[in-house]
């Protein structure tokens, strides 16, 4: 059956002890390799960092909330970047989207070769409720999962065990992508942390598992979770037209000219969608309110 919208569900396991979020953002990175032509190394190092920040936007207080990831690593990809908020409307981007590298010994995508293991993943959390949160530490592995497990613990100290995988076909069309997130809650017994480590163990492949079962199928079948909490997770950018108009206004009206001259118009261009909003010369005369400019 074909996927509509992506999904996350959360539960409590192991007595209470553990929190537990199961996510399917296949339709998630689908629209992420729309937007920005990924190559499949990309999409899989983006897909996989927009999954855990939606598991971060998931824990914000409100929906006006705010989050903000960066992964900056030493590889050919470049810098990561994906924003998202309290209401689970994501978008991010991949410095280089059509970055192609060899596949691993194993035969997987070389992730950790795209974004490479030196560099930092940094997080910046906005409650509304003054400074901001930012936590940063550095890369152990660019594989993604083990560099957001070293955050949780060294910036959050809250251990937290991770799987991620998207799932692609040789063309970037993503069959699978999600992950499973295992967070003992404060006080947890050493039982509770020790299920935690032996549950992830098994979702080495996870993102065929998505591809076969779903999330919500994952948590019935190897949690016996049924009464999750369900949202739905949307690429959705803050972008618009009238914010790419206010851009060209600050430029001030001779320099605006001076583009129009060069270039015949002037593009404004989104990262996280990969829009571009294009003014003509009309456009920019009215935007100044000339009716007479050149």
């Keep these: 059956m074909q996927k509509e919208v992506s999904k996350i569900y959360k539960t409590l396991v192991c007595g209470g002890e553990v929190s537990l979020a199961v996510l399917d953002t296949t339709v998630l990175v689908r629209e992420a390799v729309r937007r920005h032509a990924l190559s499949p190394v990309a999409a899989a190092a983006l897909g996989r960092t927009m999954t855990a920040t939606a598991y971060l936007c998931s824990w914000l207080k409100g929906e006006e909330s705010n989050l903000y990831v960066t992964v900056s690593g030493?590889?050919?990809g470049g810098k990561i970047s994906v924003s998202g908020d309290g209401a689970l409307h994501l978008r991010g981007n991949i410095q280089v989207p059509d970055v192609s590298l060899p596949l691993r010994a194993d035969g997987k995508l070389d992730v950790g070769g795209c974004v490479g293991k030196e560099g930092t993943l940094t997080v910046v959390r906005d409650d509304g409720e003054g400074i901001p949160f930012v936590g940063t530490c550095a890369l152990l592995t660019g594989e993604i999962g083990e560099d957001f497990s070293a955050y949780f613990l060294t910036s959050e100290q809250r251990p937290t065990a991770i799987a991620l995988g998207v799932l692609l076909t040789p063309d970037a069309l993503c069959l699978g992508a999600g992950g499973v997130f295992l967070q003992?809650?404060?006080?947890?017994s050493e039982e509770a942390i020790s299920y935690a480590e032996t549950q992830i163990a098994k979702f080495a492949h996870i993102s065929s598992l998505i591809a076969e079962m779903g999330a919500e199928k994952i948590m019935k079948d190897f949690f016996g979770a049924e009464h999750t909490d369900e949202r739905d997770l949307v690429f959705r950018c803050r972008c618009s037209r009238e914010k790419a108009a206010?851009?060209?206004?600050?430029?001030?009206?001779?320099?605006?000219?001076k583009l129009l001259d060069e270039e015949g118009k002037i593009a404004v261009h989104c990262h996280d969608c990969?829009?571009?909003y294009l003014f003509d010369?009309?456009?920019v005369a009215a935007l100044f309110g000339d009716k007479n400019s050149k």
């Design 281 to 283: 010369r009309e456009d």
């Design 184 to 188: 003992p809650m404060p006080g947890a």
């Design 274 to 276: 990969n829009t571009d």
């Design 74 to 76: 030493n590889g050919p």
């Design 246 to 257: 206010s851009a060209v206004l600050s430029m001030g009206k001779k320099d605006a000219e």
